[in-house]
């Protein structure tokens, strides 16, 4: 079992930026991949980073948003820079171990999730 728990979101103007920690209770979790994802109302998640071999991003947040983990302390960040009031939704951190190819970018390859941090930006 991995608990993850998110932090780091908020309210920010258009414009701003942001940095979202996701924190892993495993130790071993180096060999897993973690991916970030994100629900605005009304609308299904979506993928927006993951990282595992490589770095992986939707092209919304190609650019302007950067992922990367340190394995020493089990967590993983989202660096987001010129946030746009559409980047406003629920952020979800989310984990698998990485035990074979995949693309790392769809909801049902990820076993593990977090509980979702708010990212707001106003116009």
């Known amino acids: 079992q991995v608990q993850l728990v998110e932090s780091g979101g908020g309210l920010v103007q258009a414009g701003g930026s942001l940095r979202l920690s996701c924190a892993a209770s495993?130790?071993?979790?180096?060999?897993?991949?973690v991916a970030w994802f994100r629900q605005a109302p009304g609308k299904e998640r979506e993928f927006v980073a993951a990282?595992?071999?490589?770095?992986t991003y939707a092209d919304s947040v190609k650019g302007r948003f950067t992922i990367s983990r340190d394995n020493a302390k089990n967590m993983v960040y989202l660096q987001m820079v010129s946030l746009k009031p559409e980047d406003t939704a629920v952020y979800c951190c989310a984990a698998v171990p990485t035990t074979g190819w995949a693309s790392f970018t769809r909801v049902y390859e990820y076993e593990y999730w977090g509980q979702g941090n708010q990212v707001t930006v106003s116009s």
């Open positions: 495993r130790r071993t979790f180096s060999n897993y991949a």
């Open positions: 990282i595992s071999w490589s770095t």
